[in-house]
């Protein structure tokens, strides 16, 4: 099991720039990939962006595309997401999240393909 602590959510108005952190401890050596996933209120979790963690493959949601980035720290067993240009419609609770064993690509959207998950951080942006 791998324990995730997110950091980085607040407030901030349209056009803005936040940027989360993930920190991981407990069995790491197993995880194959790590993401993001995005909760508003009254909506399903969405995903939002994902990376191998060999291989640093991204994958992102064509709503953020071009606006967030995704990376990792394998040394630090951090994982982060910079987000540029944030609109009001960004607004939610952004969970980090692992997943151990075979990467598969086209499940990264699924949430239930995930093995842990944090505690979520607000992101809140302003009009």
């Known amino acids: 099991q791998v324990q995730l602590v997110e950091s980085g959510g607040g407030s901030v108005q349209a056009g803005g720039s936040l940027r989360l952190s993930c920190a991981a401890s407990g069995r790491t050596f197993s995880t194959a990939a790590m993401g993001w996933f995005r909760q508003a209120p009254g909506k399903e979790r969405e995903f939002v962006a994902a990376?191998?963690?060999?291989?640093?493959?991204?994958y992102y949601a064509d709503s953020v595309k071009g606006r967030f980035t995704i990376s990792g720290d394998n040394a630090k067993n951090t994982l982060y997401l910079q987000m540029n240009n944030l609109k009001p419609q960004d607004t939610a609770v952004y969970y980090c999240?692992?997943?151990?064993?075979?990467?598969?690509?086209?499940?990264?959207?699924?949430?239930?393909?995930?093995?842990?998950w944090g505690q979520g951080t607000q992101v809140t942006v302003s009009s």
């Open positions: 990376i191998t963690w060999i291989a640093h493959n991204t």
């Open positions: 999240t692992a997943r151990a064993g075979t990467w598969r690509a086209t499940t990264r959207e699924d949430p239930t393909r995930y093995d842990s």
